[in-house]
T-cell receptor, first 114, second 110 residues
Framework: EAQVTQNPRYLITVTGKKLTVTCSQNMNHEYMSWYRQDPGLGLRQIYY???????DKGDVPEGYKVSRKEKRNFPLILESPSPNQTSLYFC?????????????FGPGTRLTVT | RKEVEQDPGPFNVPEGATVAFNCTYSNSASQSFFWYRQDCRKEPKLLMS???SGNEDGRFTAQLNRASQYISLLIRDSKLSDSATYLC???????????FGAGTRLAVHP
């Protein structure tokens, strides 16, 4: 089954404790992206990657890191989480070019930073 | 001004009603357009692409007006299962990037 998986689905942590949210896709997609979703603001892109070892900042990259060592995986790292990073996070993947708009999303990770 | 703007709603309609949502975008170089559907606390899913000539998929019709820089989604014969948030999505012209609107919430009641 074609899918994007994220782990964990729910996470409560404390300020400053490093965490990683994993994302994996099995569709051989070149493009992968991380978004955060906050009420009234919609989905905002954090980072994206167009292929292995190619990553770039989205609209709200501060406080986040990513890596793309393998095509299927695109982990999101919060080195020192803060309460303003409490949000719903989605990973997504797609082919490039005209298929970019056909994004497949993971189920989401609800993060709370206290 | 936001790059993609939508009326947040909610639109409360009875079953069987016809409802339309509009979405405006600010970047005239935008090249492709989409509607996504998002159920409460779930991931967004592609509903349909929006083509220049307009397109229809069953009860759903999408239209693009480049001159006025808006896209629309029309839902005919609304079902209870259509209750969701509808996200307008625009491919920022020349960039490998999608801009998401904040969404319009639709509630269909019996």
């Amino acid at each position: 089954e074609a899918q994007v998986t994220q782990n964990p689905r729910y996470l409560i942590t404390v300020t400053g404790k490093k965490l990683t949210v994993t994302c994996s896709q099995n569709m051989n997609h070149e493009y992968m992206s991380w978004y955060r979703q906050d009420p009234g603001l919609g989905l905002r892109q954090i980072y994206y990657s167009m292929n292995v070892e190619v990553t770039d900042k989205g609209d709200v990259p501060e406080g986040y890191k990513v890596s793309r060592k393998e095509k299927r995986n695109f982990p999101l790292i919060l080195e020192s989480p803060s309460p303003n990073q409490t949000s719903l996070y989605f990973c997504a993947s797609s082919l490039l070019g005209t298929s970019l708009g056909e994004q497949y999303f993971g189920p989401g990770t609800r993060l709370t930073v206290t | 001004r936001k790059e993609v703007e939508q009326d947040p709603g909610p639109f409360n309609v009875p079953e069987g009603a016809t409802v339309a949502f509009n979405c405006t975008y600010s970047n005239s170089a935008s090249q492709s357009f989409f509607w996504y559907r998002q159920d409460c606390r779930k991931e967004p899913k592609l509903l349909m692409s929006v083509y220049s000539s307009g397109n229809e998929d069953g009860r759903f019709t999408a239209q693009l007006n480049r001159a006025s820089q808006y896209i629309s989604l029309l839902i005919r014969d609304s079902k209870l299962s259509d209750s969701a948030t509808y996200l307008c999505v625009v491919n920022a012209g020349g960039y490998n990037k999608l801009i998401f609107g904040a969404g319009t919430r639709l509630a269909v009641h019996p």
